[in-house]
């Protein structure tokens, strides 16, 4: 938990210092909000285990005012009240598909997108179901601040085929749920979104 608190801490450091690098007018702010930025990386290096030269080439300094990275999902249930999921071949576990919001695109397109991308399968989406702040739910720590936005959507077309960079996709059971990728999606979440569906919830879940 301690661990958790620092990293927080070690984000917030690093957003502020991003934000003054932004608006500094003066030559000597500037170089100190510069120095306090490589020292939120160096803690943050010490945290997350990951070298202080990938942080900094990962972490480039912000032109603008630094916000909340957004990753967007899909749910998807079949006529038997299955789940859609992803494998990742990243660590091998399973999740809802979804990833990153791209520039240029709306969230729908995004989740329909990520979906067709790493299922096969085409959908629409029907409507948003849970914006989530990955800070108030017990995923593993990570440096970003992250958004999380799950849309409910529906099947159109297509078969189940894995995405060149997925390991697998199949509907699961609620009750027989896959080994999952907590840091993309936490079983409490999925029998939240699961429970809004078949209670037909038309609230939109937040924080």
């Known amino acids: 938990m301690k661990e958790y608190q620092n990293l927080e801490l070690i984000k917030r450091i690093k957003a502020l210092a991003d934000t003054g690098l932004v608006y500094a007018k003066d030559d000597y702010d500037k170089e100190r909000y510069e120095e306090l930025r490589g020292i939120s990386l160096e803690l943050l290096s010490n945290v997350s285990d990951q070298p202080l030269t990938m942080l900094n080439d990962f972490f480039m300094p912000e032109r603008d005012y630094p916000t909340a990275k957004v990753d967007v999902r899909g749910f998807v249930m079949n006529d038997k009240n299955e ?20 520039v240029g695109y709306t969230p729908s397109e995004v989740v329909t997108k990520e979906i067709e991308e790493e299922t096969g399968l085409s959908c629409s989406v029907v409507r948003l179901l849970a914006i989530y702040d990955k800070r108030m739910h017990p995923h593993p720590p990570q440096p970003f601040y992250v958004y999380k936005l799950v849309f409910l959507c529906k099947v159109e077309n297509g078969g189940l085929k894995p995405g060149f960079d997925m390991a697998g996709a199949a509907f699961y059971r609620i009750d027989d749920l896959p080994e999952l990728s907590k840091d993309r999606i936490l079983e ?13 919830d038309k609230n939109v879940h937040f924080d």
Request: net charge negative; hydrophobic share 40%.
């Open 188 to 200: 409490s979440q999925i029998n939240q979104l699961y429970n809004m569906v078949i209670e037909n």
């Open 83 to 102: 789940i859609l999921m992803a494998k990742e071949q990243i660590d091998g576990h399973w999740t809802i598909p979804g990833g990153w919001a791209d």
